[in-house]
């Protein structure tokens, strides 16, 4: 639906303004656009980053055009795949109970992107209370949620209770009021969906908890317990809890036998259309979009703080992940630190000789929001007026006792309400500070 109007807004669009707006080879565009428009069948892989800026989401809609255009969906392994994990069937009510909530009353769900800010609100009627306890599992928000040097703020208040479940000392941890030993992934019983392929997976405890770890779960369940809830589903083990996940979708006796079990999913499943629209059908044209006030096609946004506008901070700043980190995961272990080596910024040769920086020399990134300090790598990896900060080691260990979302904002994407870690101006100068040339080698690898 809406081919006429994309087609007319793409005319706005030519090669030559696309490769001026990017930053790119024109002949680049038009080779892609052969190759993309030739090429049978054709899939493009969307990866995670490209979403990570003001416009992110327009611009994924506008990619996820494409297979439509040139009929890529009609061929099997033709298309476009960002993630696989929204065709698994999890039940996720089955799990998350909603129908315990009382009546009328739905629970107030905090955007994780911006945590630096909300954990600093105080009561209001458009934010409701000010948040006075927290529970963190899974997750390492005082190192990986942006503009951190707001989250730390939020995290250090002394009216916060902070309870965090975890095997390490992580930044989070060491804000926390009690940190709960929480199992590995060999301690407990879980199944898992993915984001590549279309397997359930059964995740058997290969070894019994350790000391007084509990899982994520069965710390929920004795809560419930000490507070008093009844309900039948407060007793449910966490092998029971995997039965239920998937309920009959997934053939549980299949998945005990063999570990997993694969999808039952058509080859081309949009080939004849049954998109998860409204129509049934690609939408190029999204009335519920223009419903709520939005641009019901694909649009090119500019990011919030796009290079070029701001003569303080000239340089844009990407922070895609360190090769050894799963973004905080993995920083506590000592051998891939030794690999990595120390918290690095990649730039380009010409903006390094422009502020006299050397290769390995400690440099501080700063901007409005912060500053964090790393050793600089001079390389033609970056482009010019692009620096890459790679990520994401944790603030203990850094150089000044920061990272990089030191410097990253909390603006939010156009659609999704989603992290903008790339759309970010800085600026980068040699730093002379005595003592800095040595990371911090704190016991991040000692187990709670």
């Known amino acids: 639906l809406g081919w006429d109007p994309l087609r007319e807004r793409a005319l706005q669009w030519p090669p030559e303004r696309a490769a001026e707006v990017c930053g790119i080879p024109v002949e680049q565009i038009r080779q892609l656009a052969k190759d993309y428009g030739t090429t049978k069948p054709a899939a493009i892989r969307l990866n995670y980053g490209m979403q990570r800026v003001r416009g992110g989401g327009n611009a994924v809609r506008a990619v996820a055009c494409l297979p439509a255009l040139t009929g890529a969906w009609r061929h099997r392994a033709g298309g476009m795949l960002l993630s696989s994990s929204g065709q698994f069937p999890a039940q996720r009510a089955v799990l998350q109970r909603p129908d315990l909530m009382p009546a009328g009353k739905t629970p107030r769900t905090i955007n994780m992107s911006t945590i630096g800010d909300d954990l600093l609100r105080e009561a209001s009627p458009a934010f409701g209370p000010k948040v006075e306890a927290i529970v963190v599992y899974n997750s390492n928000p005082v190192a990986v949620a942006p503009d951190s040097g707001k989250v730390v703020q939020g995290f250090a208040r002394e ?24 199992t590995t992934q060999l301690e407990h019983w879980d199944v898992h969906l993915s984001y590549g392929h279309t397997d359930v997976l059964l995740n058997r405890p290969a ?77 190029f044209y999204s009335a519920r979009l223009a419903a ?128 903008t870690f790339y759309d970010c101006l800085v600026e980068v100068a040699a730093d002379s500070t005595p003592g800095n040339g040595v990371a911090a080698e704190a016991r991040a690898d000692t187990p709670v």
């Not at 039965?243 to 080939?271: I, K, N, W």
Request: net charge negative; proline share 7%; with cysteine.
């Open 292 to 419: 709520q006030g939005l641009d019901g096609l694909p649009d090119h946004l500019p990011n919030y703080e796009l290079a070029g506008t701001d003569s303080r901070y000239p340089l844009a700043m990407i922070s895609p992940p360190a090769r050894n980190f799963l973004n905080s995961t993995f920083v506590n272990v000592q051998s891939l630190r030794n690999i990595e080596g120390r918290p690095v910024l990649e730039i380009h040769p010409d903006d390094a000789e422009a502020r006299g920086i050397a290769n390995d020399a400690v440099v501080r990134v700063f901007n409005d929001r912060g500053s964090y300090l790393c050793h600089a790598t001079v390389s033609r990896r970056a482009r010019p007026g692009v620096v890459n900060g790679l990520g994401i080691w944790w603030r203990k260990l850094g150089l000044n006792g920061t990272n990089v979302n030191e410097v990253t904002s909390q603006a939010l994407t156009d659609l999704g309400r989603a992290p």
């Open 159 to 182: 009216d916060l209770f902070t309870v965090v479940l975890e095997h390490f000392r992580t930044d989070t941890a060491d804000y926390a009021d009690y940190i709960l030993p929480a």
């Open 207 to 283: 070894i019994a908890p350790q000391g007084q770890a509990r899982s994520n779960a069965q710390i929920f369940r004795d809560l419930a317990v000490r507070m008093g809830f009844t309900d039948p589903c407060f007793a449910d083990s966490d092998e029971v809890l995997c039965r239920q996940a998937f309920g009959d979708a997934v053939d549980y006796a299949l998945l005990e036998t063999q570990g997993f079990v694969t999808l039952a999913l058509p080859d081309a499943p949009f080939a004849e259309g049954n998109f998860p629209s409204p129509s049934g059908k690609c939408e």
